[in-house]
């Protein structure tokens, strides 16, 4: 009668090698996605900061990689932000930037407080660039399609002027 020796013999040999290969893999995806889930609880942030989250997605990279305005904040771009921020916006974000325009308080979002640098930086100056032309849907920010894009950018400037002003002041 012929014996098969399963550790001699290589063909079985290299089966059984394989099949330990296999399991040490599944193992170790195993403790991979288990490590995974365990560093990444869900955080339990507020409605508004998961609101403002999900706004960002519709915002294309672009737009929310860049960390500053491309455009100079010289005087004059400085006065034509002010002009058609006094204009189009101050009823809402108020003429200080502080969020309390007289149209403020119908609103069920209330308009961004511009002055609170923290929560306001969840918006670098490229998104809110891109905010300014398209608004955010569900909040009541309207889209304003008529500025040309150096407009838009004295815009940001002069928010951003507006958060030093403030800043200045305190
Ligand atoms: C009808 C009211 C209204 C008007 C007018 C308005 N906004 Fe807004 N704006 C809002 C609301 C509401 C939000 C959303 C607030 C939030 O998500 O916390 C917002 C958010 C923003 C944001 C993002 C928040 C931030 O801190 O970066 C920017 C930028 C912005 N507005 C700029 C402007 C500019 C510039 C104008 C004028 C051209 C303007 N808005 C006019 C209501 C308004």
């Known amino acids: ?50 609101a403002m989250m999900a706004a960002k997605k519709d915002i294309p990279e672009e737009y929310r990689i860049m960390d ?26 108020g003429e200080k930037g502080d969020g309390k325009g007289p149209a403020a308080s119908a609103m069920k979002t209330q308009p961004a407080n511009f002055l609170e640098t923290k929560h306001s930086a969840i918006y670098g ?11 955010i849907k569900k909040t009541g920010m309207p889209a304003f399609t008529q500025f040309a894009p150096t407009q838009r950018w004295s815009l940001v400037n002069y928010i951003y002027r507006l958060q030093k002003d403030s800043a200045e002041t305190q």
């Open 1 to 50: 009668m012929m014996k098969i020796n399963l550790v001699s013999d290589p063909v079985s040999r290299s089966v059984i090698a394989i099949l330990i290969l296999l399991l040490l893999i599944a193992l170790s995806s195993f403790a991979f996605a288990h490590g995974k889930k365990a560093h990444n609880p869900d955080g339990k942030k507020s409605e508004h900061m998961q």
């Open 68 to 93: 500053r305005t491309p455009l100079m904040p010289t005087d004059d771009s400085l006065q034509q932000g002010e002009k058609f921020y006094l204009q189009n916006c101050s009823v809402c974000h």
């Open 125 to 135: 100056p490229g998104e809110k660039y891109w905010i300014i032309a398209n608004g």
